[in-house]
Nanobody, 127 residues
Framework: QVQVVESGGGLVRPGGSVRLSCVAS????????MGWFRQAPGKEREFVAT????????YYADSVKGRFTISRDNAKNTVYLQMDQVKSEDTAVYYC????????????????????WGQGTQVTVPG
């Protein structure tokens, strides 16, 4: 079992910044693809960003590209989501997820391809 814990959410002014953190257990964290997803009220959970293990390549949803940055520190079993220039539409519960088995690129944006999930952390940006 992989334990995933997010932190860092809160109330953020429009145009401001916040950094989310996610710590995942596992002796092979460095082999996991790690992703961030979010779910706004009344909406489906959507892909935000992901970072692969080998090479650390990153991928972003169009809605956050240029504003959010995903990164990882394998020494700390931690993945980060730096959120800049936040907008009210970024308001959501943000979830961190681990993909413990390597998947094809076509699956990297699919929540169903991730095996373990955190409890979520709320980010609120007033309208």
């Amino acid at each position: 079992q992989v334990q995933v814990v997010e932190s860092g959410g809160g109330l953020v002014r429009p145009g401001g910044s916040v950094r989310l953190s996610c710590v995942a257990s596992g002796r092979t964290f460095n082999t996991y693809t790690m992703g961030w997803f979010r779910q706004a009220p009344g909406k489906e959970r959507e892909f935000v960003a992901t970072i692969r293990s080998f090479g650390g390549h990153t991928y972003y949803a169009d809605s956050v590209k240029g504003r959010f940055t995903i990164s990882r520190d394998n020494a700390k079993n931690t993945v980060y989501l730096q959120m800049d220039q936040v907008k009210s539409e970024d308001t959501a519960v943000y979830y961190c997820a681990a993909q413990t088995n390597r998947r094809v690129l076509s699956a990297i944006r699919l929540d169903t391809s991730y095996d373990y999930w955190g409890q979520g952390t709320q980010v609120t940006v007033p309208g």
